[in-house]
């Protein structure tokens, strides 16, 4: 099964702040990798799909990058409601591996 | 609109059983791939188990289910099911339901529609 890793697990930031979470892939999983946001109590919303494809609607603020086993998603510019947790996930082979989770806290 | 909606969670003893359902609506749900992912209390995300579009339903589960769990669909009724069977405490999550989408070329697969979720608790 393809592990996927996300650093850091949880992260201090303030509104206006950019950010960056990374994911590393246990194998190449070349542009397999999506990126989700959630938060407490809700459904997980996708963001970034194809490495650094942007979900319609989804605010250009956020972007998505890699390939193979390194990924990282960017929000460029922190808003109130961007503090959640994000997951990676691939969806190269099945089992289709979630990262671990980041936390976005507001600082 | 597009909608997804679980139903079935509830209270469930260890070794019991429990059918999740999943109703959808507002796309051809017989178009798409579907799946369900799990959340522990607390706890990360977990993709259980998905199942294609196509008549004979190819299927592919997580290891900590194989042979416990089954997926099925009914696309007649537009809805998705997944039999819990063998229930274990570590079971115990939200179940969400989560459609496929895909994108071309290269066929990068991605859950771009999401239930709210159903609550599995397994306790004696």
């Known amino acids: 099964d393809i592990q996927m890793t996300q650093s850091p697990s949880s992260l201090s930031a303030s509104v206006g702040d950019r950010v960056t979470i990374t994911c590393r892939a246990s194998?190449?999983?070349?542009?397999?990798l999506n990126w989700y946001q959630q938060k407490a109590g809700k459904a997980p919303k996708l963001l970034i799909h194809?490495?650094?494809s942007l979900q319609s609607g989804v605010p250009s603020r956020f972007s998505g990058s890699g390939s193979g086993t390194d990924f990282a998603l960017a929000i460029s510019s922190l808003q109130p409601e961007d503090f959640a947790t994000y997951f990676c996930?691939?969806?190269?082979?099945?089992?289709?591996?979630f990262g671990q989770g980041t936390k976005l806290e507001i600082k | 609109e597009v909608e997804l909606v679980e139903s079935g969670g509830g209270l469930a003893q260890p070794g019991g059983s429990l059918r999740l359902s999943c109703a959808a609506s507002?796309?051809?749900?017989?178009?798409?791939?579907m799946n369900w992912v799990r959340q522990a209390p607390g706890k990360g995300l977990e993709w259980v188990s998905c199942?294609?579009?196509?008549?004979?339903?190819?299927?592919s589960y997580a290891d900590s289910v194989k042979g416990r769990f089954t997926i099925s669909r009914d696309n007649a009724k537009n809805s998705l099911y997944l039999q819990l069977n063998s229930l274990r405490a570590e079971d115990t999550a939200v179940y969400y339901c989560?459609?496929?989408?895909?994108?071309?070329?290269?066929?990068?697969?991605?859950?771009?529609?999401w239930g709210k979720g159903t609550t599995v608790t397994v306790s004696s």
């Open positions: 996930q691939q969806g190269s082979n099945a089992p289709y591996t």
């Open positions: 194998q190449s999983i070349g542009s397999y």
């Open positions: 989560a459609r496929t989408n895909y994108q071309l070329p290269g066929f990068y697969s991605y859950m771009d529609v």
């Open positions: 507002g796309f051809t749900f017989g178009s798409y791939d």
């Open positions: 194809s490495a650094s």
């Open positions: 199942i294609s579009s196509s008549v004979g339903s190819s299927r």
